[in-house]
Each structure stands twice: as structure tokens, then as C-alpha cells.
């Protein structure tokens, strides 16, 4: 210490501004880094982890009925969907006995020989990823497991170019303060100041949309807008996610995020104002052999054709969503009569069952539409799907290019057997 202050005591004046300047940027930067980069990890792990368990109950959601009446093609049309996330390791269904019934992988990954089951529902951060167990149900009664990993590759990738982002910006904080001199001692608190509390505000509010003013073209000035650009960064990048996390890339609609967040709104709505409320459950007929014989390509053309035609024949407050390979659905509130979601559905039929030209390919599919209602069937989003599912395979069972309105009658008869031609 003695020689630190004697090695101090000896410096020029203008050399002791410039190691005053130096520690007191790195008192306030080395704090906001350290801050930042934690909450950047954790908040990307979090969010990686509550998409993966998204993921795994919609799949367990969808996958109930597949399970228990044994239809494997249904069951692997449904881990198909994961094909869109690229993260997913591999998903794997299976029976009460423990046996396999449906599997999905990714790029050759190996399914370890040793799957967990019988274990409570949970998520857990393994040496590979995330790991999640979901026992499924149907109608209280267990019918199988479902064991999803996720890796987290994009995440550490993510990370370090996150982490060299804020090294230069904080190299380039530290050259400019060594540079100045006494007079500039003074109008670096202010700035520094203000930079401390944007950070303190950005982490309180969460709200990257915050910037610091810049008002010198001096290094102070540059600093502010370093910290604003990373801010910016962070802010694009929220956006990104944002329109991932709730955006289907093939068709425009909105994807089974926002589905499920939108129904529970629509759910909670109805109950609370004592309106009826609306799911149709859309499942095309025989695209899956359209999709075989002409391509992924003409395919996806024809989802978006279909995404069309559904949008054409809402309301403007109705929401259609894709929420798997073929699979649509419809959200309707304030609906005034059962009658007009028939009148509706019938619409849709009609319009799906026209021929699309594609690729110089005339394409005739169809779809089969199951209705449910809330509060007459059910009060909760994940029954109300159900519902909505159980009818549509009983109008798969009228001979497709069908609707139906579910009935609690029905539930002893629905197989939910019916593949896809």
C-alpha cells in the first residue's frame, strides 16, 4: 500500500485525472457488466426453460387422446410439430409399462436406454439441456409419459456473443476515460451518473426501450451511446424472441403460444361476463398425403393458402391460430348462438374444400372442424380443447369435410382413430 501511494504521490498531475478517471469508470461499469451479464443468463435460461415446459404440455395435451386409443400416427404427427424448434433433442411417448410408443429426434440424437417416468411432473438443468417429464392424462386416467430435452446450445452461443458485445463496449468505456483530463472529471460524474440510474431503472422496469441522452460528441457522449446501442441490442433481440415465441414462419398466424395465452383470456372473459365463448378445432383431410407426394414446399403454400381462407371468414375479434402441422384453431368470443359457430364452420368447410392451384398441381383437401363451448362443455382452456378434439374426430367419423358440435354423450364412442389421407 505504501508503495501504491508513494507510485501515486509521484505521478503528473495529468496522470493522476487519468487513473482518477480510469477507477472511477471502472467502479461503475464493472458492476452494470457484472449485473447485466447475470441477469442476461439467467433470463435466457429462464425463458429457455418455461418455452421447453410450453412445449412439453401442449405435446402432452395433444398427445392424450393419440395414447390411449393407440393411434401412433396421430401421436407422431403430433411430436412432428416439434420439428419448427431447434433446440429440441428428441421427445419420446410412452405407455404406462414403460414400453415406446412414439419418438421424435433431431439430427441423429441418441434417446438415452434409460428413461425417466413415475417420477412427479419436473424440469431439470442436466450436463446436456433441459430435461422434462410429463405424465399424460386423459380424463383423470393416466395413459403414458412424455419425456422431452432440449439442448442448450443457441443459449451459450448466445452468451458469449453477448458477453464479447459488453467486453469491447467496456474497452472502449475504459480507453476513452483514461484519455481525460481534470476539466473533464466533472462532466464525467453527470453522465455517469444518469448511466447508473438507466441501469437501475432498466432492471426495475425491465423496459430496454429507456436511452440515455446524449449530448456531447465527446468520449462521454460515445459512451452514452454504446450503452444505448447495447440497450437497443437488447431491446431488437426481446423483439425477436417475441415474434418467435408467438409468430407460425409458414402460414402468418399466430402460433399454440398465443393460442394458449388467448384462450385463457377468452376463457376468463366468459366466465366473467357470462357470455359464450367458442373453440373450433380445424384439422385438414388429406393434406398429410399432399405433403408426401408433392413436397414440404407445396405443403407449406397450401397451409398459408388455408391460413387465408380462414382469416377471410372471421370477425375482427376472432383469432385463428396453427397450433400443429395441420391443425388450426378458432377462437370466438361473444358468440350469440351455438347456431351461428354452425353457420360459421359451414362456411369454412366449403372454402377448404376448394380446389387450389399450386405449383401447377389442382389441390383438393377438406377439413373436419370440432366445436366446443364455454361455460356449456367445460371452464378450462386444456377441457375445452379436448372438446373441441373429441368432436372433430367424430367428424372425421361422418366422412371428413364434416363439423361437429361436441356432446358429452359422445365421449364413450370417440376413438380418436381416424389417420389422416
Request: charged content about 20%; proline content about 2%; some cysteine.
Amino acid at each position: 500500500m505504501t508503495r501504491l501511494r508513494r507510485w501515486f504521490s509521484d505521478l503528473s498531475i495529468e496522470h493522476k485525472l487519468r487513473v482518477i478517471a480510469t477507477c472511477a469508470v471502472l467502479s461503475v461499469l464493472l458492476p452494470i457488466v457484472g449485473f447485466t451479464l447475470t441477469y442476461e443468463y439467467f433470463a435466457v435460461r429462464r425463458a429457455a426453460m418455461q418455452e421447453i415446459q410450453e412445449e412439453a404440455n401442449i405435446i402432452r395435451d395433444n398427445s392424450a387422446a393419440a395414447l390411449a386409443f393407440g393411434d401412433i400416427n396421430g401421436a407422431t404427427e403430433v411430436l412432428d410439430t416439434l420439428r419448427s424448434l431447434s433446440n429440441i433433442a428428441y421427445a419420446v411417448l410412452m405407455l404406462p409399462d414403460g414400453s415406446i410408443f412414439a419418438q421424435y429426434t433431431r439430427n441423429g440424437a441418441t434417446i438415452p436406454r434409460a428413461l425417466p417416468q413415475g417420477q412427479p411432473d419436473q424440469a431439470t438443468m442436466t450436463s446436456e439441456g433441459i430435461l422434462v417429464l410429463r405424465s399424460v392424462h386423459l380424463k383423470s386416467q393416466a395413459v403414458g409419459w412424455l419425456v422431452v430435452e432440449s439442448r442448450l446450445d443457441e443459449l451459450y452461443e448466445r452468451m458469449r456473443l453477448y458477453a464479447l458485445f459488453i467486453a469491447l463496449n467496456t474497452l472502449v468505456a475504459l480507453s476513452l476515460a483514461y484519455a481525460l483530463g481534470r476539466y473533464l472529471i466533472a462532466c464525467i460524474t453527470r453522465p455517469l451518473s444518469r448511466l447508473v440510474r438507466l441501469t437501475h431503472n432498466v432492471a426495475n422496469q425491465k423496459d430496454y426501450t429507456l436511452r440515455e441522452v446524449v449530448e456531447s460528441r465527446d468520449e462521454i457522449g460515445d459512451l452514452s451511446q454504446a450503452f444505448n446501442s447495447m440497450l437497443s441490442n437488447i431491446h431488437e433481440r426481446d423483439v425477436r424472441l417475441n415474434h418467435l415465441a408467438y409468430r407460425d414462419n409458414v402460414t402468418g398466424l399466430t402460433n399454440r403460444h398465443y393460442f394458449k395465452e388467448r384462450a385463457e383470456q377468452a376463457v376468463g372473459n366468459a366466465l366473467h361476463n357470462g357470455s359464450l365463448c367458442c373453440l373450433m378445432f380445424i384439422d385438414l383431410d388429406r393434406f398429410k398425403a399432399v405433403n408426401d407426394t408433392l413436397g414440404h414446399e407445396v405443403g407449406d403454400e397450401l397451409l398459408h393458402v388455408v391460413a387465408q381462407r380462414l382469416s377471410g371468414l372471421l370477425r375482427n375479434n376472432d383469432v385463428v391460430c396453427r397450433i400443429g402441422g395441420d391443425e388450426f384453431a378458432v377462437i370466438l368470443e361473444n358468440v350469440k348462438s351455438i347456431d351461428n359457430v354452425k353457420a360459421m364452420a359451414q362456411k369454412m368447410v366449403h372454402a377448404l374444400a376448394q380446389a387450389v392451384r399450386l405449383q401447377g398441381h389442382d389441390i383438393c383437401i377438406g377439413a373436419s372442424i370440432g366445436i366446443s363451448a364455454c361455460p356449456d362443455d367445460t371452464n378450462t382452456v386444456t377441457e375445452l380443447l379436448r372438446c373441441a378434439d373429441v368432436a372433430m374426430y367424430q367428424a372425421k367419423g361422418l366422412g371428413r369435410g364434416q363439423f361437429f358440435v361436441y356432446d358429452k354423450t359422445i365421449e364413450k364412442y370417440a376413438d380418436g382413430s381416424t389417420d389422416d389421407v
